[in-house]
């Protein structure tokens, strides 16, 4: 709150699909008077986390670890909510900005995995979805930054589970001669 206001990201659900229409809305909050700022923006970031730690044991020299990591974007779009230049400042109060984007239909789904594989290695996994508001202005930024869900699509036709119970007995009888 120092820069004078503040940002909520809500999501109009819980979770979406690719291909989907991702919507919700951006509240901005300004709590003081001469608060600046020329654009705000929401921006959307998918991008997959790995990360691996491998303990070397050598016979001639002391264990050591290499350590591998790395980060891929495969997702980045900016959509602009509010342009703010015609104004000497934000005026104080709350104003919340809608935004819909068409999500690729191409996108994987969330995901994180932590393993310790039978050699001793440790390996974390991810792909992970960030949207991040933010009003640009000199210094730095109001900012909020939110994790949204991309989940798989049910892609089997759900078939209702009939359970039929069956009971046969076998008698003996013992003969009366």
């Given at each position: 709150m120092g820069k004078g206001g503040f940002l909520k990201i809500h999501f109009d659900k819980p979770y979406f699909h690719s291909g989907e229409l991702l919507s919700g809305r951006v509240k901005m909050t300004i709590e003081k008077t001469g608060v600046k700022g020329s654009e705000m923006k929401l921006k959307l970031k998918g991008f997959e986390k790995t990360y691996v730690e491998h303990t070397v044991h050598d016979e001639h020299r002391d264990p050591y670890t290499d350590v591998y990591k790395d980060d891929k974007t495969f997702f980045r779009e900016i959509i602009p909510l509010a342009d703010f230049r015609t104004f000497p400042e934000i005026p104080?109060?709350?104003?919340?900005?809608?935004?819909?984007?068409?999500?690729?239909?191409?996108?994987?789904?969330?995901?994180?995995?932590?393993?310790?594989?039978?050699?001793?290695?440790?390996?974390?996994a991810a792909i992970v979805y960030k949207a991040k508001a933010f009003i640009d202005m000199p210094g730095s930024d109001i900012k909020e930054l939110s994790h949204f869900i991309i989940a798989e699509p049910v892609t089997k036709e759900i078939k209702e589970i009939k359970e039929e119970k069956h009971k046969s007995f076998t008698f003996a009888r013992k003969n009366s001669t």
């Open positions: 104080p109060g709350t104003w919340e900005y809608p935004f819909q984007f068409q999500l690729p239909s191409n996108l994987p789904s969330v995901y994180s995995r932590e393993l310790k594989e039978g050699d001793g290695d440790d390996v974390k």
